[in-house]
């Protein structure tokens, strides 16, 4: 089969990308199995991202296109409102499983933004049916990143993501961000900064704890380059959120699934949040799909404030438990269980990391972080902000590999699927893009 190398691109408006740039040097991808990728031209690349972060289990599954084929042929749509498929049953059943104790509520939407904006209208219905509809205002962290509809924007702690969408922002407070100059090159939870969550009660200290709903964090702050909690802070999140009656809410979009090494980083870390948001590697990213998870607490204080025959909740999403994606979501499930992906994500994390911090010394190399299969590469600045990480990630391409870059920082995560040979080979085109001098 001929495949067009360079279609019309006029009239594709691309999400996060320099157009003008993509259309005088595009980088497409046309062909995805097991960790590679191929361009048009067959071209092979290693996927050094697991797509963005979502294809944990590698690219193009049977098990998931077999599953979706045969849902697409039986139920391809359903309504969620006022009715049900009862695929979407089983599938938060199963789900609920694998998630901390007690965490086993589950609402379904169609991306990582849109399950942020759901958790937060859940703690704004829960802090209402509670008597405490003072509570309106959320904190969240600068580098923090939760996605891009109204409410994510507004808890972004990102410039970039929040510089021409200022006047719709929502009432958001930002702490600080957990990384210091004395961590650079700490391989997992730095040893120093515990402290840093205590901003926190400076917070409420000056709005009022009791005006705070939610606070919104990322267990590890994914997009902006890994940047690793340091070793208490999760937990001193936590007892602040218990003092003053605020929730604390786990952004697991980047970090669920195995990432971490374990399900979810909240039971790596052993800190309990009171809602958990999660994307990406749900349905191995074949079929886009979100899902907030709470307790039957959480859920039961909603629904016992609801009056009359009215929905308890009025929020939802054409998309929600989409039955399609349901199929795709229960078949990931199974290849996670089934190849036991979690526990082979930990003990490849050594010799993974071992490779990343082999990197230390090259030209390009400022600063390097990680845990259980992600990490973070600093790239040593440009003249401009981003310079770096623009010329490494399309050099990167063109040597054969795929990494996201954000910034002048890029996220190294492969699949879990990842042998300890796919892992040398895209560390071996690492060091030869950044050990080159621009």
């Known amino acids: 089969m001929t495949v067009q190398t360079k279609p019309n691109m006029a009239h594709h408006w691309m999400p996060f990308t320099n157009n003008r740039l993509f259309h005088e040097e595009p980088q497409m991808f046309a062909k995805a199995k097991g960790v590679k990728y191929w361009t048009p031209e067959g071209r092979e690349l290693l996927d050094g991202a697991s797509g963005l972060f979502c294809c944990a289990a590698g690219h193009s599954r049977p098990e998931i296109a077999d599953a979706v084929h045969r849902q697409l042929s039986t139920l391809d749509y359903s309504p969620h409102f006022q009715r049900a498929a009862p695929i979407s049953f089983e599938f938060a059943e199963k789900l609920a499983a694998i998630l901390p104790d007690g ?227 229960i078949a990931t499930l199974d290849i996670y269980a089934n190849e036991g992906l979690f526990d082979r994500a930990k003990s490849l994390s050594d010799h993974f990391l071992d490779a990343v911090f082999g990197l230390r010394n090259l030209p390009q190399v400022s600063d390097l972080r990680g845990y259980g299969m992600m990490s973070g590469i600093q790239l040593t600045p440009g003249k401009t902000p981003g310079e770096t990480g623009s010329w490494v990630q399309r050099a990167l391409f063109d040597e054969g590999l795929h990494l996201k870059a954000t910034g002048d920082a890029l996220i190294f995560a492969p699949a879990l699927v990842s042998t300890e040979q796919d892992i040398n080979d895209m560390v071996a085109i690492l060091q030869k893009v950044l050990g080159r001098q621009i």
């Open 103 to 329: 965490i086993d509520r589950v609402f379904f939407a169609g991306s990582g933004s849109e399950a942020v904006d759901t958790a937060m209208k859940m703690c704004l219905a829960y802090h209402r049916a509670t008597g405490n509809a003072q509570r309106t205002k959320f904190v969240s962290r600068a580098w923090g990143y939760h996605g891009v509809n109204l409410g994510g924007t507004s808890l972004a702690g990102m410039v970039n993501n929040r510089r021409d969408f200022a006047g719709i922002t929502c009432d958001v407070v930002h702490m600080r961000h957990t990384w210091s100059e004395e961590q650079r090159f700490t391989r997992g939870q730095p040893e120093t900064g515990a402290n840093l969550a205590d901003e926190l009660e400076e917070i409420c200290k000056t709005y009022g704890g009791d005006t705070i709903a939610a606070v919104f964090v990322e267990p590890i702050a994914g997009s902006i380059g890994t940047i690793v909690p340091p070793k208490g802070y999760l937990e001193r999140l936590r007892a602040i959120c218990d003092k003053h009656g605020i929730l604390l809410v786990f952004d697991e979009v980047i970090t669920g699934f195995g990432r971490t090494g374990s399900a979810f980083a909240s039971q790596e870390f052993a800190v309990k949040p009171d809602v958990i948001t999660m994307a990406k590697a749900l349905t191995n990213g074949a079929i886009p799909m979100s899902a907030v998870a709470t307790s039957a607490e959480f859920q039961a204080a909603i629904f016992e404030a609801a009056k009359g025959d009215r929905p308890e909740f009025f929020h939802g999403y054409t998309y929600s438990a989409h039955p399609v994606a349901c199929a795709a979501g």
